[in-house]
């Protein structure tokens, strides 16, 4: 994902506002946010980031990305929760129609050994389906229903999850006759994100549609924890950017949204795309 350079110096804004509304040692004009003595439960984080920051952040979690064959997946997986210290790793394969109902099994045998891997799942859901609906398959969310089978056929507490953004919601795909309630009731985990600023508004009416389409599913509650400016507009219909103060402000008010509904058991977790805390320069989405 593009951003600018400006976002770097953002990233190290955001995550010293992260930290004080974390600890609730910084309202912001935000009264809403009970003091708190430590960082709450539920932080995850795409990987990678350093131990120091994960330390300072609360890090329970990491979401990994893995495309590869199983087996090299494992490797990663490994490595990940060695390296970042956690006992937890969510895992995203890739959303295909050859090789994910079969590497579902292989993942859900290996999980029985290997309890640091507690979910295996779909980043960018929708757009991953459109992708197959082009290629041909009529019903992508077919190869979701097999996948989730296939995650839960050799331990039944592996869970699914998928990456799900607000301006998906209206989709076809995630409704019948493509995702019916059959399979939506299957999901373990939604990993919601906003991707426009400005919808961030909504948050608490999007989590309402999301517990009606998924009800047994946990919400994970997206921060993209670096400006956005040159990926999208402010807002959907429009072609104007955020300004970089807009952005910052847009991104406080919903973290603060974010942090408030952790705080409720609205949303089960928080998870920070992408990562890189303390690595920032190493992040390859900047240009």
């Known amino acids: 994902m593009p951003s600018h350079r400006i976002g770097f110096t953002l990233h ?3 995550y010293r ?5 974390m600890c609730g040692l910084a309202t912001l004009g935000f009264n809403a946010i009970p003091v708190q003595a430590q960082t709450p439960s539920g932080i995850t984080s795409w990987y990678q980031n350093t131990s120091d920051t994960n330390a300072q952040l609360g890090t329970t979690a990491i979401r990994l990305g893995c495309s590869d064959i199983p087996n090299h997946c494992f490797d990663q997986i490994e490595m990940a929760a060695s390296s970042q210290d956690v006992t937890q790793i969510y895992l995203s394969i890739a959303l295909d129609s050859t090789t994910s109902v079969p ?7 290996w999980s029985l050994t290997h309890p640091e891997l507690i979910s295996v799942g779909f980043d960018d859901l929708v757009n991953k389906m459109d992708d197959l609906q082009r290629s041909g398959i009529p019903l992508p969310g077919q190869i979701v229903d097999q996948t989730i089978n296939n995650v839960k056929s050799g331990n039944p507490s592996l869970k699914f999850g998928a990456t799900i953004f607000e301006n998906e919601l209206d989709s076809p795909l995630l409704k019948d006759p493509n995702l019916p309630l059959s399979t939506r009731t299957k999901f373990d985990y939604v990993h919601f994100y906003i991707h426009y600023r400005m919808n961030g508004a909504n948050f608490a009416t999007y989590i309402q549609q999301l517990k009606a389409m998924f009800p047994s599913a946990k919400l994970i509650a997206g921060v993209y924890a670096y400006d956005r ?8 219909g429009i072609t104007t950017p955020c300004t970089v103060q807009q952005d910052a402000g847009l991104f406080q008010q919903l973290f603060l949204a974010q942090l408030s509904a952790l705080g409720q058991q609205q949303v089960d977790q928080i998870e920070f795309s992408p990562g890189y805390f303390g690595l920032e320069d190493q992040w390859p989405g900047w240009f």
């Open 12 to 14: 190290g804004s955001v």
């Open 229 to 236: 400016i040159d990926y999208l507009p402010c807002q959907p």
């Open 17 to 21: 506002f992260l930290l004080a509304a």
């Open 103 to 109: 590497y579902a099994v292989q993942f859900s045998q």
